[in-house]
């Protein structure tokens, strides 16, 4: 039983425009959520989270908009570029319990020049 | 300031041996937590330590066990290997076990089980 998932196992987008990726989660006791970026090679990276008293979080080109009664969050890049090409992975973690996340399976990113 | 180093970054081991990971932490990080990557999926928690103790566990059996130094390096160990152990292995550490505090991953070690 997955307990956060993305259901898009890839996305490509133009430069320039906007990237929506998408999290599903089904734990109600979820109270922090994380985006992580990775690239080849190299460990996940640290992107941008949001805490369930908050629906919205923004961070220079990225913002995270959380929908608790869907069990929703989605991650928008805008615009996008070539450098944002990587694999996006969603994770949750009930509150205080940060650090021992549930990843998702994670999403490719593909921005076209 | 180093980033958290994992090493080696490969090994191949064979079924029923016993393997040793080892973490150093980024500086002045005191917790790390450890995942395990299988290929096509995302990172599975297996345990987190906080100043040398262990803070909590995932769904792995016991024959993945862990230590954490007085200098906040750490080792995960894995007794009796099965072929399902292939996988990546990532730690990451962070300045504490609490939301906020970012955490640093290593690159992780690809572990080969034949």
């Known amino acids: 039983d997955q307990q956060v998932k993305q259901n898009s196992p890839s996305l490509s987008v133009q430069e320039g425009r906007i990237s929506i990726l998408n999290c599903d989660y089904t734990?109600?006791?979820?109270?922090?959520f994380l985006w992580y970026k990775k690239y080849p090679a190299e460990g996940p990276t640290f992107l941008i989270s949001?805490?369930?008293?908050?629906d919205k979080n923004e961070d220079g080109r990225f913002t995270v908009f959380l929908n608790k009664s869907a069990k929703h969050l989605s991650l928008h890049i805008v615009p996008s570029q070539p450098g944002d090409s990587a694999v996006y992975f969603c994770?949750?973690?009930?509150?205080?319990?940060?650090?021992?996340?549930?990843f998702g399976d994670g999403t490719t990113l593909t921005v076209k020049p | 300031e180093t980033g958290v180093t994992q090493s080696p970054t490969h090994l191949i081991k064979t079924r029923g041996q016993q393997v040793t990971l080892r973490c150093s932490s980024q500086s002045g990080h005191n917790t790390v937590s450890w995942y395990q990557q299988a290929l096509g999926q995302g990172p599975q928690f297996i345990f987190q330590?906080?100043?040398?103790?262990?803070?909590g566990r995932g769904n792995f059996p016991p024959r993945f066990s862990g230590l954490q130094f007085p200098n906040y390096s750490s080792e995960l160990n894995v007794n009796a290997l099965e072929l399902d152990d292939s996988a990546l292995y990532l730690c990451?550490?962070?300045?504490?076990?609490?939301?906020?505090?970012?955490?640093?991953f290593g690159s992780g070690t690809r572990l080969t089980v034949v």
């Open positions: 949001i805490s369930s008293i908050k």
């Open positions: 994770a949750a973690s009930p509150a205080g319990r940060a650090g021992k996340s549930t």
């Open positions: 734990n109600s006791m979820f109270d922090y």
């Open positions: 330590y906080y100043r040398e103790e262990e803070n």
């Open positions: 990451a550490s962070s300045l504490a076990p609490l939301e906020g505090y970012g955490y640093t």
